[in-house]
T-cell receptor, first 113, second 115 residues
Framework: GESVGLHLPTLSVQEGDNSIINCAYS??????FIWYKQESGKGPQFIID?????DKRQGQRVTVLLNKTVKHLSLQIAATQPGDSAVYFC????????????FGKGTTLSVSS | GAVVSQHPSRVICKSGTSVKIECRSL??????MFWYRQFPKQSLMLMAT?????????EQGVEKDKFLINHASLTLSTLTVTSAHPEDSSFYIC???????????FGQGTRLTVV
């Protein structure tokens, strides 16, 4: 079964707002986490990753926060744009060679102008 | 970043026929590739782990005789859906990484429709 899940299936925001997408994971042995963006009919696109020895990592307009105490992961998107509209998945990976990413259920982000 | 190419992007086949999907790592070697299936409005579900030069490892509930995986080289893995049925219609996606515990790159996906 899935070990990673998301709190909300959909999130609607206005252009320019900040978006926060949440994810809870259950496997405490996971030590690598990735956020992916998937547009309709396409494969997942890497956004940002974080390892378990960190609690925050920033990219361009995106920030990932990791709280290992409560096994929670979040993706923050600053100044959300219509082009950010997509489904967002968090994924976890166990610290073993050759292990696959396990995906959560996904959150659909809709950005209105 | 690294590129994973998947072909075809879309295929329609008749019930009972077989369909082969290719996954290639274009600029790196991948000892391990992964195959996922995604139904509409659902997440990616891992089907199997493809290992170069050895048998694939299938997830529970995935029929290995129906979903044949061949990983004959470090840059190519193939998934063959045998005796396809309409319920096999789905979006199939492969992924590969340059090393363990690193970013996985995904193919563009293959939309399979069985009629």
């Amino acid at each position: 079964g899935e070990s990673v899940g998301l709190h909300l299936p959909t999130l609607s925001v206005q252009e320019g707002d900040n978006s926060i997408i949440n994810c809870a994971y259950s496997n405490s042995a996971s030590d690598y986490f990735i956020w992916y963006k998937q547009e309709s009919g396409k494969g997942p696109q890497f956004i940002i990753d974080i390892r378990s020895n960190m609690d925050k990592r920033q990219g361009q307009r995106v920030t990932v926060l990791l709280n290992k105490t409560v096994k929670h992961l979040s993706l923050q998107i600053a100044a959300t744009q219509p082009g950010d509209s997509a489904v967002y998945f968090c994924a976890e990976n166990l610290s073993q060679a050759g292990t696959a990413l396990i995906f959560g259920k996904g959150t659909t982000l809709s950005v209105s102008s | 970043g690294a590129v994973v190419s998947q072909h075809p992007s879309r295929v329609i086949c008749k019930s009972g026929t077989s369909v082969k999907i290719e996954c290639r790592s274009l600029d790196f070697q991948a000892t391990t590739m992964f195959w996922y299936r995604q139904f509409p409005k659902q997440s990616l579900m891992l089907m199997a782990t493809s290992n170069e030069g050895s048998k694939a490892t299938y997830e529970q509930g995935v029929e290995k005789d129906k979903f044949l995986i061949n990983h004959a080289s470090l840059t190519l893995s193939t998934l063959t859906v045998t005796s396809a049925h309409p319920e096999d219609s789905s979006f199939y996606i492969c992924s590969a990484g340059e090393g363990w515990n690193t970013e996985a790159f995904f193919g563009q996906g293959t939309r399979l429709t069985v009629v």
